[in-house]
C-alpha cells in the first residue's frame, strides 16, 4: 500500500530528528479500522486518531463497534516504543492525561 510506505517515509524523517516522538496514522486513505490495522502493520504506527474522518464512516455502523474494532488494532511491530520507556511529561503536544 503506498500510503504506508508514505507514512513510513514520514516516521523515519521525523524519528531521525528526534526520538521521543509516538506516531498515530489518520485520514486520507485510512476509512475502516481494516484500513488503520494496516497502516499499523505497515508502519512504526503506535495509533489510529479518527476525528472528523470517522464521519465518512458508514451512518448504519455505530461508533461503538467502531471505537471497539479500532481499539482492538494489534501494535506488535511499534512495540518498541512503549515497552521499557516511560511516557514523555507533559506539554500540550503530549498531555498527561495519555495513558499507554
Known sequence: MRSSVET???I???SAVRKDIY????GGPINTPDDAARII???????????SSLERMAVETSLSDLTRRFKAI????SSRFL???????????FPRSFSA
Open 83 to 93: 515497552s521499557g520507556s516511560s511516557l514523555p511529561s507533559a506539554s500540550p503536544a
Open 8 to 10: 513510513q517515509a514520514i
Open 12 to 14: 523515519d524523517a521525523a
Open 74 to 77: 494489534p501494535v506488535s511491530r
Open 23 to 26: 506516531f498515530l496514522c489518520h
Open 41 to 51: 502493520a505497515a508502519t512504526d504506527c503506535v495509533g489510529f486518531v479518527g476525528a
